[in-house]
């Protein structure tokens, strides 16, 4: 089975980034991923990209789901 890299965009107090990186966490003891987390407020490009969006997920490089994020849309994009 293969891992994927999973990247969650996030920033420091974001409330709901916290709740996708537990989803993330939690699903990563059923399905193996490599968990990359990535504060958009250290890269002025990413910050403008991604302010209005976070929490945002790419699955190896390509983002798949941005807020709101569920269980759900977590599962679906990873597999089991």
Do not use: H, Q
């Not at 003891?29 to 990209?49: G, M, Q």
């Not at 699955?59 to 789901?65: A, I, K, Q, T, Y």
Request: aromatic fraction near 6%; charged fraction near 30%; proline fraction near 6%.
């Amino acid at each position: 089975m293969d891992r994927p890299e999973v990247t969650l965009y996030t920033r420091p107090g974001c409330l709901l980034c916290d709740e996708v990186r537990d989803l993330i966490i939690d699903l990563s003891r059923i399905r193996p991923l490599d968990l990359v987390e990535f504060d958009i407020t250290s890269d002025l490009e990413a910050y403008d990209r991604y302010k209005w969006a976070i929490p945002v997920v790419a699955v190896n490089g390509v983002e798949r789901l941005s807020a709101p994020i569920t269980e759900r849309d977590l599962i679906r994009v990873l597999g089991r």
